[in-house]
């Protein structure tokens, strides 16, 4: 009798979790590291790399006032990118646990839950919601540009 799993890959427990740890205004926040394809300094960036990303910023997302926003999370498989004010460093946690009841409205939708690293308890952004919020972005910008103009109201 087989007593292995049928497929190996689904049996595996992942007992850590590789997370960015970067800065929005004063708030930490982290991304799982196999979210991101790269990370840029905002300003290294060429100008058709710029034109093929769609940039989303942080501090509109969140409602944080404006800061440096210096560098660029780029997601993986490519296309979208978060401008964040600064990435610390990478760190594992040991697990990411589900959001508190305690988050409601907008901030449920944008994280998966949080992570605690050497004394810091910060939300892990989900980087499909970023993707979700991107593609809609680029579909009302395409809908403005292609949209014909208002006609003249006309009262009765």
Known sequence: MNTRPANPAN????????????RVGPYTMGIEAESLREISRDQDLSGQRRKS?????????????????????????????????????MVVTARISPLPQAFQGEERVWFRGLAWVEGVVFP????????????SRACETIYRAGAPPEAPSTQV
């Open 11 to 22: 049996s595996r427990v992942r007992l850590s979790s590789s997370i960015i740890r970067f």
């Open 53 to 89: 990303l769609t940039i989303l910023s942080a501090h509109e997302i969140f409602g944080v006032p404006t800061g440096a926003e210096l560098h660029l999370l780029v997601l993986n498989p490519g296309g979208v990118a978060i401008r964040v004010d600064r990435v610390e460093r």
């Open 124 to 135: 892990i952004l989900d980087p499909e919601r970023a993707w979700r919020e991107a593609h």
